[in-house]
């Protein structure tokens, strides 16, 4: 009986034992565990970074885009206000003169060249279908085939050209040089358009 107990004793010490828990076994494998987990996660917030830098990116542009178009409707909308003021006839032209040439100036000092000539399309496309957005109240396909189709089509010209000298001086904004680009410079544009599209239409010449 001792016997007995004696061999299933040395047979308890002499077979393996378990690993414990927290031996330097089960240690080594929970390192490489979270090695692998920690180069996982890095490897996704990487992924994920390059996905949101390549959503701002696209995110920035689609906003600058909508900007653009946001102030180019919005010019276009103060040409229509403008275009409540009644125009003031003059009796030795057909084409009377108008306060929308202000909202034009307007336009290409402040919106720079590209957005100003797009804010006049806007407003003169607005024109062609029949909106009666002209002074005194004028619209319709009709005015680009009369004596002020040379004024009109002159205006996207002319706020590009504002756009474009005033632009090209850069910020600050200067009241002289501003002025000289405004009405000294850009009237001459637009009148150079105006007579040819009233000679144009009406049959003129310059000696009349």
């Given at each position: 009986?001792?016997?007995?107990?004696?061999?299933?004793?040395?047979?308890t010490?002499?077979?393996?034992?378990?690993?414990?828990?927290?031996?330097?076994?089960?240690?080594?494998?929970?390192?490489?565990?979270?090695?692998?987990d920690?180069?996982?996660?890095?490897?996704?917030?990487?992924?994920?970074?390059?996905?949101?830098?390549?959503?701002?990116?696209?995110?920035?542009?689609?906003?600058?885009?909508?900007?653009?178009?946001?102030?180019?409707?919005?010019?276009?909308?103060?040409?229509?206000?403008?275009?409540?003021?009644?125009?003031?006839?003059?009796?030795?032209?057909?084409?009377?003169?108008?306060?929308?040439?202000?909202?034009?100036?307007?336009?290409?000092?402040i919106?720079?060249?590209?957005?100003?000539?797009?804010?006049?399309?806007?407003?003169?496309?607005?024109?062609?279908?029949?909106?009666?957005?002209?002074?005194?109240?004028?619209?319709?396909?009709?005015?680009?085939?009369?004596?002020?189709?040379?004024?009109?089509?002159?205006?996207?010209?002319?706020?590009?050209?504002?756009?474009?000298?005033?632009?090209?001086?850069?910020?600050?904004?200067?009241?002289v040089?501003?002025?000289?680009?405004?009405?000294?410079?850009?009237?001459?544009?637009?009148?150079?358009?105006?007579?040819?599209?009233?000679?144009?239409?009406?049959?003129?010449?310059l000696?009349?």
């Amino acid at each position: 009986m001792l016997g007995e107990v004696g061999i299933a004793h040395s047979k308890t010490l002499g077979s393996p034992r378990a690993p414990v828990k927290g031996s330097a076994p089960e240690r080594g494998t929970q390192r490489a565990s979270w090695a692998r987990d920690l180069n996982t996660v890095q490897v996704l917030c990487l992924d994920s970074f390059r996905h949101l830098k390549g959503l701002l990116v696209n995110s920035s542009a689609n906003s600058n885009v909508a900007r653009d178009m946001a102030l180019i409707a919005v010019f276009a909308g103060i040409m229509a206000a403008v275009g409540l003021i009644p125009a003031l006839p003059i009796p030795v032209s057909p084409v009377p003169i108008t306060a929308q040439t202000l909202g034009v100036l307007l336009a290409g000092a402040i919106l720079g060249p590209r957005r100003g000539a797009l804010s006049m399309v806007l407003f003169l496309s607005l024109v062609a279908v029949g909106l009666p957005l002209l002074a005194n109240g004028r619209g319709g396909i009709g005015v680009f085939v009369g004596p002020s189709v040379g004024f009109l089509l002159g205006w996207i010209v002319m706020a590009w050209f504002v756009g474009f000298l005033t632009y090209k001086i850069g910020a600050p904004y200067r009241l002289v040089p501003g002025i000289i680009i405004n009405l000294i410079a850009s009237i001459p544009v637009l009148y150079a358009f105006g007579i040819v599209g009233m000679m144009a239409v009406t049959g003129m010449s310059l000696k009349a």
